[in-house]
């Protein structure tokens, strides 16, 4: 069983590997290893894949097999997607909100999570059971750097990763604050791009980001 002290340890590792973790929502397998290569080969091996699609989990089997990529699930929101997760092959889990089952599935599961919150209230309830890493989300439409800088003020213990509206034109705002170890972000995987297999256009915008 992990310990929330272990899983502070782990994440925070993760966090530390890149500026930013592209959030992808992959829509065919086909794409999810020259997709992975081109992140990897910009700087950002950190990926997070989102359950939100019929190819997530075989995107991540092929994605955990790329050199260098440290690859995590995204959306994962019950015990069972912690385990087909885990099954996958990723090594990390994020999720839009915290809740204790998810927690304890999570834990037993040896996979470290990055619980989502955004509020003060929400904050302090990782916190009260020892979880010190977090997603802050979403990000954009919840008051942005300020009121993440504002959250800071009373609860620096937290460290996190604001996701949801983050852009090459506001992910430096986010990064300047003392309680942000990196951003999640989309805008290094566009849609058409993908479709298009325009892994050096992708690449280009990875290490871009992998410079902030």
């Known amino acids: 069983m992990m ?3 272990e899983n502070n340890a782990r994440t925070l590792e993760i966090m530390r590997k890149a500026p930013v973790i592209p959030v992808l929502v992959v829509e065919d397998a086909a794409t999810a290893s020259p997709l992975a290569k081109a992140l990897v080969a910009g ?3 950190v990926l997070e894949v989102t359950l939100r699609t019929p190819a997530a989990l075989d995107a991540i089997r092929a994605m955990a ?3 260098g990529g440290i690859v995590g699930a995204g959306t994962v929101l019950s015990a069972a997607d912690v385990a087909a997760a885990k099954a996958a092959g990723a090594t990390f889990a994020v999720s839009p909100g915290a809740t204790p089952a998810l927690l304890e599935a999570c834990a037993a599961a040896d996979l470290p999570l990055l619980a989502g919150a955004v509020t003060a209230s ?5 916190l009260e059971r020892g979880y010190q890493t977090g997603k802050f989300f979403p990000a954009g439409s919840s008051g942005g750097a300020a009121a993440l800088k504002g959250l800071g003020a009373p609860l620096p213990q ?3 990763c604001p996701t949801g509206g983050v852009s090459p034109g506001n992910a430096a705002d986010y990064l300047k604050l003392a309680n942000v170890a990196c951003v999640g972000g989309s805008w290094v995987a566009p849609k058409d791009m993908v479709a298009a297999g325009d892994w050096a256009g992708i690449e280009a915008l990875a290490r871009d980001a992998a410079g902030l």
């Open 43 to 45: 700087g950002l091996p």
């Open 3 to 5: 310990t929330p002290e």
């Open 65 to 67: 097999e790329v050199p």
């Open 158 to 160: 937290m460290t996190f």
């Open 122 to 126: 929400e904050v302090m309830a990782l």
